[in-house]
């Protein structure tokens, strides 16, 4: 039988999800970004601790574009706000029937990253997003930066400035790798930063994100 995902590889693994069996390439790239895997799994749990090569090949393409889209090499610091805001960007849920596409990520950073160069500039001036879904995405990842940046230290705001208008490229598809695809970026960062099963099985279709 040809697994019903890809239309080419035998299916000889049984997909608890699906409830159909599929090929093991596509149980290994697809869990969690395009299946909603079950947290019983056993192909899941054998995956975390054993990440197959061809999935480790990809988490290490796809750093390697995320990185990529800040165009030197990053701080710890930076390299540390990117991923944390990376993680708020894949679990951000809107409101309703909403969703979330690229545009959104861009337009939700590249408002907040114009907030802190004002502010480093000592203009006191919060940019909304564009929409009620980036507006929404702003003001989580505005209140999270409220917060570590108490104890970041007088470069906190440009750092994670400059972390912002990366993830404005990446989201834009102006960094080289992302794809063309309209929500390619937020199936990179899910790939890198995937849901904890319990998250990933409550997101009705597209994209599974946390």
Do not use: W
């Not at 995902?5 to 969690?32: E, F, G, N, S, Y």
């Not at 790798?177 to 998250?199: F, H, K, Q, T």
């Amino acid at each position: 039988m040809t697994c019903p995902l890809c239309l080419k590889r035998p299916a000889k693994r049984a997909c608890p999800a699906l409830a159909r069996d599929i090929c093991p390439t596509c149980c290994a790239t697809k869990r969690l970004t395009e299946i909603r895997c079950p947290s019983d799994c056993v192909h899941l749990d054998t995956a975390k601790k054993h990440p197959a090569a061809v999935v480790r090949k990809q988490q290490e393409q796809d750093i390697a574009v995320l990185i990529g889209a800040m165009g030197r090499r990053p701080s710890e610091m930076q390299l540390q706000l990117f991923f944390l805001v990376g993680s708020i960007i894949v679990r951000y849920r809107p409101e309703g029937l909403m969703s979330v596409g690229d545009g959104d990520v861009a337009d939700a950073a590249a408002a907040m990253a114009g907030t802190l160069e004002a502010a480093a500039r000592g203009v006191i001036a919060e940019l909304p997003g564009g929409n009620p879904v980036s507006e929404g995405l702003r003001r989580q990842i505005d209140g999270f930066l409220a917060e570590i940046g108490k104890s970041g230290g007088p470069s906190f705001g440009r750092q994670a400035a400059d972390v912002l208008r990366a993830v404005e490229r990446g989201a834009r598809h102006e960094a080289p790798g992302v794809g063309s695809d309209p929500n390619a970026y937020l199936a990179l960062l899910a790939r890198i930063l995937p849901p904890a099963p319990e998250e990933a099985v409550t997101r009705p279709g597209g994209i599974i994100v946390p």
